[in-house]
């Protein structure tokens, strides 16, 4: 058969695509079949319609259809690539163009990318020659990140075809490759992409943009920095513009340490963009490395401006900035410079005349721009640096500038009014207030909460009131301001949802009273998008598990495995396209993000929990069941193992207006970071250990009875030492940060029930060797029931209050209870097994009598925990009969319940299963 598109065939299989394209998945399926029926060795229909079932999750039905078309000689193209994701066809000759490209798009969709280059590594031999093939090699080697095959073949493109394109691919090959190998890189890779793209030049007239950029890049790789300098300046417009060639040039100066030549062009800059403040902090910091004069010099030097020399002296630097600012400046960075400049001359002990003080020009920066919404956001990076003295002086400042803004009217004075008052919350105006003043605060703040509220004052967009209502409320921890803050939330999003700093607290507070369910909801609506379901992961996932959520938590993980698969392949895909269409600067940044995807801690999260779910809901009866349930459990296993993992989680995403935040942010970022990683050591260790017995109780015995490969007990000891055991102190260290940071939930609970979970894997290791061996040495289990006793009883003493009523907040120490004890009763059916010898008998009655007593004291106390939840539900609806809040808590936390009653009612089953593999009395 030609490899040859056939015109006939791609009118009939034009339906077939455009149902494939519109994802609906259902008629693709029956269009093949319509096709099929009229030719059923119609191949390339056969392998769209297993294309359709792979995106319908019927994996079994689309293999069987690969199967059968991979043994068939002679397919044509559109076939071979539907089959490339699913099938290894190596066996497969001649395949068409179609079939190639079907079969490809087929391996990306199951992520099984290695596939793709056998098939036109066989296509080549049949046609050696043909370039779409070789490009189509190329792209697959690119998909691999085979940087060296991508490189022998973008050579072999360039020697078949003279194309100039090509020359760039080997270019570009060759500096990934260098990258990834340093040592060889130095040696071979960057010299030979250099020498590559400088002959290209020469035979070139004029350079396109991004041939010009890969060879900047080269130059950095080879730290050829005077060089790519020496280019840039000889370079003309139209090769790149000259705001772009200053950021270079800024660039390559900041890595050689050439300080005056960088003041010079952090003024030009300025000078080009004068909105940037990112400008003047460089221009600042350049400036500073240069002051070496004494203060005396510097007052008494004559003013001058100068663009082309480096500023030295603070004349300089306040000549600079009178220069490029005026009354009738548009723009907010030069008035936030001279706030910079006066903060960092006064931290140096320098005294400037020339400009007010920092906190008069605060004022005037609030004067000038505070209506704008972004006004407080500018400031902050000033306000955390003020001295208390001055945080006092600017807190009475502002109290006087609000009363004038009160008596202003329309939209611009309500959004200054609410500027001034993130201002004040910021610096600490609300800290500390008696109850009457606070009570007063709180009643002000709520005046104008209601005033936006209203629809003719058009500003409706303002949810700083109610923010810092909301945030004034939670100060006091207790449960009724809590609930009053969610009522004013609830009031706001109800009639403008798209508040999503409202909604992202009232998220937080849900989440912190147990109310999982409405808190999902919340979270659902927030309309996030691409890389902010990573970034933004931690503000309600981390929740669903530790409260109770199993069925939710169950969704999302599946929801998140799902995004982060489809992101690394369109990242890989973009990649693909910045090759064809010369976006070389592109490709290093796409791979880097490629690797947050790939080494995201959220998703390592997503993963534990995952597995750990298949644990919580399955419902094995036997031990084979069991056997089955802990081998898909193997299979991902690998994916926890220590690696580097990346924190991409955006932890300023939420509005707070607190100056204390400014002081808990790099302390939050590390101690939830330690907190997560841990989380996913412990989740691996607990996994491992049942993958561990369960392994060890399904290899051979010898004839004494004994278990012949017992390596799997180091392995799980070293495994235990190195990601478990040197981290467990660490979590006593841990503080929790306040309420409003946000933090995560994994390991809020689980600290106290570390020690516990480290016996049970102690104990069922020690089971396992009691069992198999042949001594008639009794197993002590007496300090299992004590520390499972006293864990009881802290689970009790966080569940319920000391009036004996019901704590939503603690609901994560009930939850993790029946998690530990889901552990146990798994840890316990892998170490009897399948059967036990008669001698050891008593041992496993008592494994058994131990798991069921502490089944029944955790069912009495969920059982407890549902009684008074109900109770609360019913009291909310009879005490608040208008208002929803109570009511959907109490309903929540009742659902939770519920959930984890059904986990732990469950284990009734495995536990008797257990029983009846004790052998019985002869």
């Given amino acids: 058969m030609s490899n040859r598109r056939d015109p006939h065939h791609d009118r009939k299989l034009r339906p077939l695509y455009d149902a494939l394209d519109n994802l609906n998945n259902k008629q693709a399926v029956q269009r093949a079949d319509k096709l099929l029926k009229k030719e059923k060795d119609f191949h390339c229909a056969k392998v769209l319609k297993a294309l359709a079932f792979v995106r319908m999750l019927r994996q079994k039905e689309a293999m069987a259809i690969l199967n059968d078309v991979k043994t068939t000689p002679n397919l044509d193209e559109n076939t071979l690539q539907a089959m490339a994701i699913l099938n290894d066809v190596k066996t497969t000759p001649n395949l068409d163009e179609n079939t190639l490209q079907a079969m490809s798009v ?100 004029t350079v396109g943009e991004e041939v010009f950029r890969l060879y900047l890049k080269i130059l950095e790789a080879m730290a050829m920095y005077d060089v790519a300098l020496e280019e840039l300046e000889n370079t003309s417009n139209t090769v790149i513009d000259d705001r772009e060639r200053l950021q270079l040039q800024i660039h390559f100066y900041r890595i050689l340490g050439n300080t005056e030549k960088l003041n010079v062009l952090y003024k030009k800059a300025i000078s080009i963009e004068p909105e940037s403040f990112a400008n003047y902090k460089g221009y600042f910091d350049t400036s500073f490395e240069l002051l070496d004069l004494s203060v005396e010099e510097q007052v008494h030097q004559e003013v001058h401006v100068n663009y082309a020399s480096p500023d030295k002296t603070v004349n300089d630097m306040t000549a600079f900035l009178i220069k490029s600012s005026s009354e009738d400046n548009k723009y907010r960075a030069p008035e936030l410079a001279k706030c910079e400049l006066v903060l960092r001359l006064k931290e140096k002990g320098v005294v400037v005349c020339s400009f007010a003080s920092t906190t008069l020009l605060l004022l005037q920066y609030v004067q000038r721009f505070g209506h704008k919404m972004c006004c407080y956001a500018d400031v902050t990076i000033i306000l955390d640096r003020l001295q208390p003295e001055e945080k006092q002086e600017l807190m009475e400042i502002m109290e006087t500038y609000r009363t004038t803004v009160k008596e202003s009217n329309g939209n611009r004075s309500m959004q200054r009014l609410a500027t001034i008052h993130q201002i004040l919350k910021h610096i600490g105006r609300y800290d500390n207030l008696e109850k009457e003043q606070l009570n007063l605060a709180q009643q002000e703040i709520w005046n104008f909460h209601q005033i936006t509220l209203e629809d003719d004052l058009g500003c409706q967009f303002i949810e700083t009131f109610t923010l810092i209502y909301a945030w004034l409320k939670c100060m006091s921890g207790l449960k009724s301001d809590l609930v009053d803050a969610l009522r004013c939330l609830s009031a706001k999003l109800e009639k403008y949802p798209e508040a999503a700093q409202c909604r992202l607290l009232a998220t937080k507070l849900y989440d912190h009273l147990g109310a999982v369910g409405p808190a999902v909801e919340l979270y659902m609506g927030l309309d996030t998008k691409s890389l902010q379901l990573d970034s933004c992961a931690h503000l309600m996932y981390p929740g669903l598990l530790p409260l109770g959520g199993y069925s939710r938590a169950d969704k999302h993980v599946r929801q998140m495995e799902a995004f982060y698969r489809t992101s690394e392949r369109e990242v890989i895909e973009y990649v693909v396209k910045s090759y064809y269409s010369g976006k070389f600067h592109k490709i290093t940044e796409l791979f880097e993000l490629h690797r947050s995807f790939v080494f995201s801690v959220s998703r390592a999260i997503a993963n534990a929990d995952k597995m750990w779910l298949v644990l919580l809901l399955g419902t094995p009866n036997t031990w084979k069941a069991t056997e089955s349930l802990i081998a898909t459990i193997k299979e991902d296993l690998p994916t926890l193992k220590a690696r580097n993992l990346r924190d991409n989680r955006d932890f300023l995403c939420n509005d707070i207006c ?173 170490a009897v097994g399948a059967r036990a010898t008669k001698k050891k008998r008593s041992t496993v009655e008592s494994a058994v009598a131990l798991v069921k007593s502490m089944y029944t004291h955790t069912l009495e106390l969920l059982e407890t925990c549902s009684g008074l939840a109900v109770e609360y539900k019913l009291s909310s609806l009879t005490l608040n009969k208008d208002d929803s809040i109570d009511s959907r808590i109490g309903s929540s936390i009742q659902f939770s319940l519920t959930e984890i009653k059904s986990v732990i009612v469950k284990l009734q089953v495995l536990i008797n299963s257990v029983g009846q593999r004790v052998p019985q009395k002869a």
């Avoid at 073949?153 to 490759?177: E, I, P, V």
């Fill in 658 to 830: 607190d100056g204390k935040a400014a002081i808990y942010k790099q302390q939050q970022h590390d101690i939830s970071g330690q907190h997560d990683a841990i989380y996913v050591s412990l989740r691996y260790f607990m996994l491992a250990s049942l993958v561990g017995l369960a392994e060890a109780n399904s290899s051979s015995v010898d004839k004494d009875g004994d278990r012949e490969d017992e390596s799997w007990l180091e392995a799980l000891s070293q495994s235990y030492e190195e990601h478990v055991l040197h981290k467990i102190q660490d979590l006593e260290k841990v503080e929790e940060l306040p309420l409003y940071l946000m933090m995560s939930e994994s390991m809020r609970t689980w600290k106290y029930y570390v020690s516990f979970i480290q016996t049970i894997a102690t104990f069922g290791r020690k089971l396992l060797q009691n069992i198999t061996q042949n001594s008639n040495d009794e197993f002590d289990m007496s300090h299992i029931a004590k520390e499972f006793s006293d864990m009881l009883e802290t689970c009790r003493k966080h569940v319920l209050t000391s009036d004996g009523e019901l704590d939503g907040s603690n609901l994560a120490h009930i939850s993790t209870l029946a998690q530990v004890l889901n552990y146990m009763v798994y840890t316990c059916c892998c």
């Fill in 106 to 205: 087929c391996y990306k969709e199951l992520l099984a990318p290695e596939e793709i280059p056998d098939i036109y590594e066989r296509a080549l031999k049949d046609s050696p020659n043909n370039e779409d093939y070789m490009t189509q090699l190329f792209m697959a080697y690119v998909r691999l990140r085979d940087y060296k095959r991508q490189q022998q073949m973008a050579t072999k493109l360039h020697k078949l075809t003279a194309n100039a394109a090509y020359t760039y691919w080997n270019a570009m090959s060759l500096l990934l490759m260098g990258h990834e190998n340093l040592e060889l890189g130095k040696v071979m890779c960057f010299p030979l992409a250099l020498k590559i793209v400088e002959k290209s030049k020469d035979k070139t007239e």
